[in-house]
């Protein structure tokens, strides 16, 4: 365990360290502002966090978690860093696990700033607290889901701009495009489809309902990531 958290601790540093990482933040902090100035102060709009929280920041995370998490792995592949982490005292499960939670733990921060947008609609009403952590914990766990399928990725190649593609490729294919292919089926492939996409389930806790079959969901695919990814470490240690 004590390896793990000076992992994630290093990779955790590693981003207040980076440029890159506050590029990515200072887009970030634009594309929330920008949407919930937008969505919420626009003429005859409901005073509320649920247009910036339905679909901006899924987008918004879609292209953002993909560009601070696929080099945490890409990054030791190209620099050659890769073979002493693997000759170290330490397992591929405990290398993806401190890179995930280094990363998680970043975006945890990120979602910190948002905490901003329900003090400013104080101002103009009351704000439904019981709703706002559900969207927080549907939040967290879409951030989850993304940084394990961005880490995934990063494990397969060590150019960062194909890292990067690939996740977007994905990760728009499991959150948007199989619930607008699902409307193309019927029965039994409707509802696989249905089951299969993000935002089916990240829409429930938009809508203040913390169902334990989406939380389900979101564990085990995030875990299914995480499992591929140290397969695919596995096998780079016999390359």
């Given at each position: 365990m004590s390896t793990i958290c000076t992992m994630a601790r290093r990779e955790l540093?590693?981003?207040?360290?980076?440029?890159?990482?506050?590029?990515v933040i200072a887009i970030y902090?634009?594309?929330?502002?920008?949407?919930?100035?937008?969505?919420?102060?626009?003429n005859n709009a409901e005073a509320s966090l649920r247009y910036l929280f339905e679909f901006w920041m899924v987008l918004i995370l879609l292209f953002v978690l993909p560009m601070l998490t696929t080099r945490l792995i890409s990054d030791e592949l190209r620099s050659g860093t890769i073979?002493?982490?693997?000759?170290?005292?330490?397992?591929?499960?405990?290398i993806v696990i401190g890179k995930f939670l280094?990363?998680?733990?970043?975006?945890?921060?990120?979602?910190?700033?948002?905490l901003l947008y329900p003090i400013i609609l104080e101002i103009y009403g009351d704000v439904d607290y019981k709703l706002l952590f559900c969207n927080y914990i549907g939040l967290v766990l879409l951030g989850g889901l993304y940084i394990a399928t961005?880490?995934?990725?990063s494990a397969c190649t060590k150019h960062q701009v194909i890292a990067v593609l690939a996740s977007f490729l994905i990760l728009i294919?499991?959150?948007?495009?199989?619930?607008?292919?699902?409307?193309?089926?019927?029965?039994?492939?409707?509802?696989i489809l249905q089951q299969l996409s993000v935002r089916t389930h990240y829409m429930d806790f938009i809508r203040g309902m913390i169902d334990t079959n989406h939380v389900v969901f979101f564990l085990?695919?995030?875990?299914?990531?995480?499992?591929?990814?140290?397969?695919?470490?596995?096998?780079?240690?016999?390359q």
């Open positions: 540093g590693a981003y207040f360290l980076s440029p890159i990482a506050y590029a902090l634009f594309a929330a502002g920008l949407a919930f100035g937008l969505g919420t102060f626009a073979e002493t982490l693997m000759t170290a005292p330490v397992s591929e499960s405990q280094g990363a998680f733990a970043f975006y945890l921060i990120l979602l910190a700033t948002l961005s880490l995934f990725f294919l499991m959150t948007f495009a199989s619930q607008g292919l699902a409307q193309q089926f019927e029965g039994a492939g409707r509802a085990t695919t995030t875990g299914f990531f995480l499992f591929l990814t140290v397969k695919r470490l596995e096998m780079q240690r016999w």
